[in-house]
């Protein structure tokens, strides 16, 4: 019986079969064209996007010039070839110009250089408790090992920075961990027994507070660190001469009065030498009339220090051109080498620390 209700549905299944067939060729025909106009149509390449690389080379070097060092730094995190033009000593040289230029000079880079070959810390200048550094240093730290290292080289191989590279000096200066010589005006926070001197010391950077930290040599074994040091009372060592070393003068025949000279100073054999300002007097036998004077003529040459009252040990000092040793005693203290003031700069600089109320 159910064969029997079956029957009409297989019958109209096979008078459709002649068309379902044909269905079925038509559709494999489409494939089969398909597939020839694919291979007919060559496939369309993305166009590749534009690149800060693209530019003239002059153009890019222009826009490179015109950024700070933390653009640099977010500059150098764009790709590997930007990061090589980034770290550039060209690019570097005119920010550490226009930043440490007038502190970091010859000896500090002297130091920088015997650093790089032989990397050693000065006794006593540890890097600071509050682990505080620059944003800028802090970003090129980042942004530089983020760099994935080129196929084919060793990872991390390239993404040092240079040690001997005008931008490693930089952002040492920057995070304050580059102690290095300079000197330093009016010690002590300007304490009264540094009037009007300049002594050397090992300074170090804080970018949080933009002031310095100073480790002065030691005086009589007693190590001496003074914080929260601004700019204006640092200087670039205006001579090689070590801080216990009497240095040579070559100006005793050109002193007259007048003139403005720096001289060395200090309390004992054990202590090391400042440079303290004065300026040339008249001998005692000079009227001090320009037309009467001869005080150039004479051996003797008379040192004053007018910021001392007119009855201190300090106030004048009296040397000899032709023969200017270390000399001095226990109650005044010892007297070294000298030199002539030529710039109207550091003159213009030690008379804005002359000390207030005080008559110039």
């Known amino acids: 019986m159910l064969i029997l209700l079956l029957c009409p549905f297989f019958i109209f299944l096979l008078s459709l079969s002649p068309f379902l067939f044909a269905r079925s060729l038509k559709m494999e025909e489409e494939e089969e064209e398909e597939e020839k106009e694919a291979k007919i149509i060559p496939h369309k390449e993305e166009e590749p996007r534009p690149s800060l690389l693209d530019l003239p080379e002059l153009t890019l070097d222009c826009i490179l010039d015109k950024l700070s060092p933390a653009g640099l730094c977010s500059m150098s995190a764009v790709c590997r070839p930007m990061r090589e033009r980034c770290k550039s ?19 500090a880079r002297v130091e920088w250089d015997r650093r790089v070959v032989e990397p050693r810390r000065i006794p006593g200048c540890l890097p600071k408790g509050n682990g505080t550094s620059s944003p800028v240093s802090r970003f090129w730290m980042f942004s530089w090992v983020r ?69 002065y040599p030691s005086q009589g074994g007693r190590p001496m660190i003074e914080d929260n040091i601004p700019w204006n009372r640092i200087r670039e060592p205006p001579t090689s001469t070590p801080p216990y070393e009497l240095h040579s003068s070559d100006c005793l025949n050109d002193l007259k009065p007048g003139d403005r000279f720096e001289i060395q100073w200090r309390k004992s054999e054990e202590f090391p030498f400042g440079w303290w300002y004065g300026i040339v007097g008249h001998l005692e036998s000079c009227s001090g009339s320009v037309d009467c004077c001869h ?38 203290g010892f007297y070294g080498g000298i030199r002539k003031l030529q710039r109207e700069e550091e003159i213009t600089k030690w008379k804005s620390l002359w000390p207030f109320g005080v008559p110039a």
Request: glycine share 8%; with cysteine.
């Open 295 to 332: 005080c150039a003529y004479s051996d003797a040459v008379t040192l004053e220090f007018n910021h001392y009252p007119l009855n201190s040990r300090w106030r004048r000092k009296v040397i000899s051109r032709k023969k200017h040793p270390e000399e001095g005693v226990q109650v005044t």
């Open 89 to 107: 000593d060209r690019l570097w040289g005119k920010h550490m110009d226009q930043k440490w230029g007038r502190v970091v000079g010859g000896m």
């Open 147 to 215: 760099q994935e290292p080129a196929e084919g080289t060793k990872r991390g191989r390239d993404n040092s920075l240079p040690s001997d590279s005008v931008m490693a000096l930089y952002l040492s200066l920057e995070n304050g961990n580059f102690w290095f010589p300079a000197q330093v005006y009016n010690r002590e926070n300007g304490q009264s027994g540094f009037v009007l001197s300049c002594y050397d010391a090992h300074i170090s950077y804080d970018s949080s507070t933009d002031t310095f930290q100073a480790r």
